[in-house]
């Protein structure tokens, strides 16, 4: 049974380490610093922060996503078309991301999140997970003010993105995980959710990861599996008895177990049986053990402490 986690890993070290980030972020905006001195500084915590991973030893990692602003801003920041507003709250967590605003029609110009990619494939042993907010997300966290209709401000998106997702899949990128949590409060939204996916991961060949969180993905059940995805990715720390309804989905489960936005250890001995049950209907080729969301919520030490506990787990099968 493989390991991963789901997108990001907390920046800042417990203390008495330095928060490197956090300070350089500061002097950037005090003008003390350049914003190649800011690169430099995000390349070092990043690559601290792969080497923590591949010590957890999870056999997919990310590279900590240490470079995002928040799940929306790479993504606005780099295609045509979106503007940025004020900060607004991150579903119901306690952080907040800056409003994309889609003013003109939305285009891609060049890939985004690659160079990050290469830059961590380079610095990991262990195989590297891309990670491309979900176009329906995006687009659900943005103000429109450009599309009469939502549905054509979501396709749009997915055709940008389509472009990412390939530019990933031609740079090496051995799976790629798209997030799209939104969806799980809009779930009258499946249609377009389900053309908008569709569209996005149109001819690619790498196989693809549909990571839902923050809610309950079993109302979406029949419209998650009938989509063209190797991996669907459910937040169990949400919604525990999700477990009881997954059965008869034919590709791969990643089960969102460790609970990101807890500091409290997981009873992976209480957990066990609901795993050995699943077995009994995917093999564990079928199954991967992940953390529900990113770990960003928790704090760093926690986060390792919590990754390698669940890795011990799963190799015990």
Partial sequence: MKTTIAGSYPKIPNRPRPAKHRMAVARLQQGKITIDELKKIENDVTTEVIEELVGTDLDIITDGMIRWEDGQTPFASALEGFERSGLIRYFDTNTYYRQPVATEKIRFKQPITVDDFMFAKKHSKKPVKP???????????????????????????????????SALENAGAEIIQIDEPAILRFPNDAGIFSEAIRLLIQGIKTPILLQ???????????????????????????????????????????????????????????????????????????LMLSSSAGLEFLPRERAEEKLKRMVAFAREF
């Fill in 212 to 286: 839902t969180f923050f809610g309950d993905a079993t109302p979406l059940w029949s419209t998650l599996t009938a989509l063209p995805v190797a991996w669907l990715g459910l937040d169990l720390a949400t919604a525990p008895a999700a477990l009881k309804t997954v059965n008869g989905w034919k590709g791969g489960l990643c089960l969102g177990l460790l609970d990101a936005r807890n500091t409290k250890f997981e009873d992976w001995k209480n957990l066990r049986p609901k795993v050995e049950k699943l077995l009994s209907n995917y093999d564990d080729e079928r």
């Fill in 131 to 165: 990670v491309v907010t979900g176009p329906y997300t995006l687009a659900r966290l943005s103000e429109n003010q450009h599309y009469s209709k939502f549905s054509d401000f979501v396709l749009d998106v997915a055709r940008a993105l389509h472009e990412e997702v």
